[in-house]
């Protein structure tokens, strides 16, 4: 028996539009003892997360991550784009290969730009630990119709080998996709397919770094066990 895809309803905070990146200046008195609470405030006050810590349609949320292809042992960076940051950790999702499972990885994320407009502060943060898969469906809250729709028509066509495959027949890419986004507007897609192409995870950091622009570099410094029970006090480091 194969089982649809039923798409969840978006509650109204995380079904709101971005509306334009807000003016954001990091209070230094004032950081969370909890750096994944911390980075969602800084989110949410710049106007791209909701208060839930989920993206805001169309908002520019990207971040370098760096991780190791477990196949051939070297080193992999790219860009993607959170899906939410919440207490729980960081969630993003990509296209599923069978090279790359529940491993250690390091992100590295900048808000703001530099120098700052007066008034704002520049961040940089860095987080390391461990990925989880978590449920697809989560994913549909919060992912662009239009990049899933895209990352199944490859799905499709590369009849589930992991490289990364030339494009011999764009129009095809194109009406697969189409068809594709359609089917995830309708709800016609089913769960297997979607979990097949689709990887949705979360990063649970046992190590956090932000980096805060002023008259000098601030740089802070949380850790925590490895059961994740609790946050160690932030510690202050030097900048270099």
Known sequence: MAFRLTLPKLSQSSSR??????PFKTDLNAIES???LELQKSCIQRGIADVEGYRLNGAPWAFTLGEVDATTSRPSVRTIGFQRVSEAGLDWLTRRKSSLVDEAVAICYTAGVYPPPAGESCEQWRAEGQLAEIPIVEALKTAPRGSLAQILAVGRISEGRDERLAMYDRERFLMESAKAKEQLQSADVEIRE??????????????MELLVSGNIWERFEW???????????KQQLLPY
């Open 34 to 36: 909890n750096p994944l």
């Open 223 to 233: 850790t925590r066990n490895h059961d994740n029970a609790s946050w160690s006090a």
């Open 17 to 22: 539009a971005f509306n334009g990146l807000k």
């Open 194 to 207: 979607l979990e097949a192409s689709v990887r949705f995870v979360r990063l649970m950091p046992d190590r």
